[in-house]
């Protein structure tokens, strides 16, 4: 290209223009490379990471599953100790309703199907829902 330039009659105004062309190119990549630069600089700053959602698990009263059942529940599927579940379990007897734990959405429906198993194994009508927290 410059070797040619020589070669034309107009040489000083073809070298103008091939300078100014390449200039241009140089500052659109220029350009570019400051835009990915701030573009990557955003993206470093926003967070990676979300909280989850976070759901309750609700015991249900009824008036046929023993108390005894609901305690052993509490124990084995929330690991309550004695205590606590006893106070849960009374806590749903007296109010209808009561929250056991809260968890993720995926634990909270497992915990959930774990107890309906649980009572439908043994024949209580022991009902469980979640709710989001
Ligand atoms: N109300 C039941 C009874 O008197 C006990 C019970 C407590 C049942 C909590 C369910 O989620 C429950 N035997």
Same mark, same amino acid.
């Given at each position: 290209m410059i070797f040619d330039a020589? #070669?034309? #009659?107009? %040489?000083?105004?073809?070298?103008? %223009?091939y300078?100014? $062309? !390449?200039?241009?190119?140089?500052?659109? !990549?220029? !350009?570019?490379? =400051?835009?990915?630069?701030?573009?990557? *600089?955003?993206?470093?700053?926003?967070? #990676?990471?979300? @909280?989850? &959602?976070?759901?309750?698990?609700?015991?249900?009263?009824?008036?046929?599953?023993?108390?005894?059942?609901?305690?052993?529940?509490?124990? =084995? $599927?929330?690991?309550? @100790?004695? +205590? +606590? /579940? %006893?106070? $849960?379990?009374?806590?749903?007897?007296?109010?209808? $309703?009561?929250?056991?734990?809260?968890?993720?959405?995926?634990?909270?429906? &497992? =915990?959930? #199907? &774990?107890?309906?198993?649980? /009572?439908? @194994?043994?024949?209580?009508? *022991?009902?469980?829902?979640?709710? =989001? &927290?």
């Amino acid at each position: 290209m410059i070797f040619d330039a020589f #070669k034309h #009659k107009n %040489t000083l105004k073809y070298f103008k %223009t091939y300078y100014l $062309i !390449n200039m241009a190119n140089e500052d659109q !990549n220029n !350009n570019n490379n =400051k835009d990915d630069f701030q573009r990557g *600089l955003l993206l470093d700053t926003k967070p #990676k990471t979300k @909280k989850p &959602s976070m759901y309750n698990v609700l015991l249900l009263n009824d008036d046929y599953t023993p108390m005894e059942f609901v305690v052993m529940v509490l124990e =084995k $599927i929330f690991n309550k @100790k004695q +205590e +606590e /579940a %006893t106070q $849960i379990m009374l806590h749903v007897h007296k109010n209808g $309703i009561g929250v056991c734990g809260t968890f993720t959405y995926e634990v909270a429906e &497992s =915990k959930c #199907k &774990s107890v309906m198993d649980m /009572a439908k @194994k043994n024949e209580h009508p *022991l009902q469980c829902t979640m709710e =989001k &927290s």
